[in-house]
């Protein structure tokens, strides 16, 4: 079994910094991929950044030059960090962790309980 935990969302004013937790535990032996999503209140949930297995990441236009995401290999997390918050930042955020388990299998985790970010004007 594979656990996942976000953490540090909150309310800022816009303009305002938050930086958001993910860590894993349990049977894995590597993290593939890391994945942040959002989903704002009568939206879909969207891909706001990916962390490849090299480190190499991706950003989705809407955040590029506001948000930085990272991981740290050796201890099963990663982050995201956020500046130049926007209200339409406002949602609740997850992480999706793609790993390879003790038994070389590859998977993904189930949906943590995410973690709100709430931007006010």
């Known amino acids: 079994q594979v656990q996942l935990v976000e953490s540090g969302g909150g309310l800022v004013q816009a303009g305002g910094s938050l930086s958001l937790f993910c860590a894993a535990s349990?049977?894995?032996?590597?993290?593939?991929?890391v994945e942040w999503y959002r989903q704002a209140p009568g939206k879909q949930r969207e891909l706001v950044a990916v962390?490849?297995?090299?480190?190499?990441?991706h950003l989705v236009d809407s955040v590029k030059g506001r948000f930085t995401a990272s991981r740290d290999n050796a201890k099963n997390t990663a982050a995201l960090q956020m500046h130049s918050l926007r209200p339409e930042d406002t949602a609740v955020y997850y992480c999706?962790?793609?790993?390879?388990?003790?038994?070389?299998?590859?998977?993904?985790?189930?949906w943590g309980q995410g973690t709100q970010v709430t931007v006010s004007p």
């Open positions: 999706n962790v793609h790993y390879t388990g003790y038994g070389g299998e590859n998977r993904a985790t189930d």
């Open positions: 962390i490849g297995n090299s480190g190499s990441t």
């Open positions: 349990g049977k894995i032996r590597s993290i593939n991929a």
